[in-house]
């Protein structure tokens, strides 16, 4: 089709050649617009003749089934896409459902909605005693307009911001709202229209129930799009099984809701010292007692912290008192039952007060928290005055007979002549001729001679003394703790919950989007997650084929697998480049722009009207000539990227709110692609070798290459690697791992024989057979030439199995960058028709009118 004049004749552009209103490539991205449309159920209440068609119902309207429906973005007619000038769904104001625009469907007494999913069993509200309702509160002002004083409209729209009250308040959006019962009346929340941006940064990676499902993507924090699965992944159950806590059933919260619901339900159980007073083979173990076998051992919601020697039991109190230094303390006596801090000569720990231990020496070993030094004194001259037979001599006084002769501390330095007296001055005298003088212990002198001296506070020889215990609990024991003890967000695992509960919900691991591009410049998501075996297809970047079109800036240069991919990787297939991105959200006018004309050519991203986005005052307005500028209070006038222009479109006439901001894909590269070593080409060592497990060895599957390598049995066992490098470079190394044993393993990393953790890198469980995971990154320096990197672990029992070595190096920018896109769809979809994603016929909906709008608004029609 062409371009056409108001008097029906092709436009032509300036070298004489029609313009064309559309392509095929234009075809192409609209039909994807009209997909996921279905008949209704065949109607029992008109004939319909016998045909093909017989089972479908040709009467009523289609409806937009959502999980068929393309969710990527798609390019108009104008240089542009469908979703723009409509605002993006992170500035949603916090709250959204209580702010004005905000619209509401009576559902009546089905509490299931109609352009979302929920999971069905919430229809049995009866059945299942777990579901909550998000019940408004009579007190609320949202409650007061859906209620209407009993008179229900179908539909509600909001006039005004509102305030929160109740539960309101502790909610970030809510679905369906129930305002009465008997009978139960609901409402489902339709918010308004919103756009999300293609590529985003800072996103974290959401999960389904269980980790190893499909469906591990990355989602933005800022939105609310997954729950709040919480638990201590230093605790083995939960690894095995995190906890959801959720105001009401299929609750979305955003990142920070999250952490915050999780930190406040932490354990509140009292910090106490480990217990092994039940004793072994029990199964009534109460918090921080000891030694458990099985969860089952312990009593009520408490879980067995499994431990293979004397680490740390979490929300247990392993600290020491603190308790002074004093000297060791022989006055009581031997045979007692009543020793105090440092006194002996105890026997067993009962012998001792309090919480104090017995601390058995064969001879003259140092005792823990005890004062075995010796005051240091100053070196004076021998003193004879005192005289002989006297039993009061002071340091170097003489003649003493037996250290009871002296004073204090002091011992008799034995000596039959002129024998040097050590710590005594004799420059100025020999003293006189086998006299013994008094002298510091620790300053032996002349052997045989006999002194005064001060003791070294050994104690007696073989006597046990009382101290502080280190209350470490029993070497090896497992011990009963709270599993929500420091509670924050999931890893990785199970969630529990039944299954109406469970949608996606929201992991601590980080997550970066990258662009595939193919030899068309046209570009597809690919989600770098922590579990890249089960990333969906639409978003893996070896599978997805959902490209669309990006509009590239400068000479419309890309990169490509034709032109060798620039510093981007090849993908598998060799059909498309791998690159990661950086996205820049710029501001565009610091100061007034010429005309709207000026502003609709430059600004594409839409903005929330300031009377919905805050309270009166939130924005100050400057009428302009054709436009009207809303600046933030906090701005002061001056122009930034949250500066809102407000106009009526120059070709149609409708109201725009247009936000101040570019985004832009900056494509990067990498100095060298993302390095995979073989756990099994490693150069094995140590006392005990770590065991090679080939893939005919084994009924696990989800390692890479030919096998693994396994560190059962092999205490101070090692791996070894050789990377060599043309310069020196810092480089991030990971290991990918798996440990479905109930302990926290601890490794060393070293490189180039240097400890990379001083207190060693924790390999936690992964909690279930065949879940491998990457351990804790670090960023390392390499040199050039050869540099040995090497695992290390010495634990003799039962260790981690090792996949690979990953060394990821530095990426660098590029030269290649192109326009954000939006799109409507939510990217993370339902499985089972049971309401775990937010792939809404509501936004398949928004993005129709979208379409349909530009159609009639262009400027061709």
Known sequence: ???????????????????????????????????????????????????????????????????????????????????????????????AFLHK?????????????????????????????????????????????????????????????????GNECDVDTVRVVQVATNPDIFYEYVPLPCVHQAFYEGGKQISRKDRDDEGVMCADPKLPAASAAC?????????????????????????????????????????????????????????????????????????CFKRSADEAVPGCDMSVEELPVIPLDDSVGNGK???????????????????????????????????????????????????????????????????SDCLGNLVCFKRPGYEAVPGCDMSAGLGTYGWDYCV???????????????????????????????????????????????????????????????????????????AKINNEGYVALAHETDNMNSIPPHLDAEQSLNYFKVYWDGDGAYPSPANGCGKCRLNINADACICPTKVKDEIVFTAQPASAEDIISSLYIGAIPPDIAGPSGTFISQPCDGFTVHFPQTSNGVYTRETIFELNHPYHGTKLFLKNTKSTVYLEGWEHATTILEAEDALPGGPSVPNLVLANETNRNRFSGAGYMHFEGAGQGYLEWIVSVPENIDATISFRYEDSWETTNVVDILVNDNVISPEGTKLGSTGNWDYWMDSESFLVPLNSGDNTIQLKYSDPWTGPRVDYLKIEWPTIPSSYSFRNAPHFMSLSQDYNDEGEGETTARDAYYETDAVLDHYHYHPNT
């Open 101 to 165: 625009g905000a619209k509401y469907l009576l559902l009546g007494s089905n509490p299931l909605p109609e352009l979302m999913v929920d999971h069905p069993d919430l229809q049995h509200g009866d059945l299942y005693l777990d579901i909550k309702r998000m019940v408004l509160d009579p007190s609320s002002n949202l409650y007061a307009e859906l209620y209407n004083e009993g008179e229900y409209r179908a539909v509600v729209t909001l006039t005004e911001n509102l305030y929160c009250a």
């Open 440 to 514: 510091n212990p620790e300053q032996l002198g002349t052997t045989d001679w006999d002194y005064c001296v001060n003791p070294e506070q050994l104690g007696t020889t073989t006597w046990d003394y009382c101290v502080n215990p280190e209350q470490l609990g029993t070497t090896g024991w497992d011990y009963c703790v709270d599993p929500m003890y420091a509670s924050g967000i999931f890893k990785f695992g199970t969630v529990s919950g039944a299954d109406f509960e469970l949608g996606y919900h929201w992991t601590s691991f980080n997550c970066s989007i990258q």
């Open 231 to 303: 638990g201590n992944q230093d605790i083995i159950a939960s690894v095995k099984s995190a906890y959801q806590f959720h105001k009401y059933t299929s609750e979305r919260v955003t990142y920070t809701t999250a952490e915050d619901r999780c930190a406040s339900h932490s354990s509140t159980l009292p910090v106490i010292p480990l217990d092994d007073s039940v004793g072994d083979g029990k199964t009534d173990y109460g918090h921080c007692q000891g030694d458990c076998d099985f969860d089952s051992d312990c009593l009520g919601d408490l879980v």
């Open 337 to 403: 039952t009543d020793y105090g801090h440092c006194q002996g000569d105890c026997d067993r720990d009962s012998d001792c007060l309090g919480n104090l231990v017995c601390f058995e020496r064969s001879a003259d070993e140092a005792v823990p928290g005890c004062d075995m030094s010796v005051e240091e004194l100053p070196v004076i001259p021998l003193d004879d005055s005192v005289g002989n037979e006297k039993t009061d001599y002071g340091h170097c006084q003489g003649d003493c007979d037996r250290d």
């Open 1 to 95: 089709s062409c371009s056409s004049s108001p008097d029906g004749t092709p436009q032509r552009d300036e070298h004489g050649r029609i313009i064309q209103v559309y392509t095929n490539d234009d075809i192409m991205s609209f039909s994807r617009a009209w997909t996921g449309f279905q008949a209704h159920k065949r109607r029992g209440n008109y004939e319909n003749e016998e045909s093909s068609t017989r089972h479908r119902n040709l009467l009523d309207p289609l409806y937009i089934e959502e999980s068929w429906r393309d969710r990527f973005p798609k390019h108009d007619l104008t240089g542009g896409y469908i979703g723009d000038t409509y605002p993006l769904c992170v500035d949603m104001p916090g709250k």
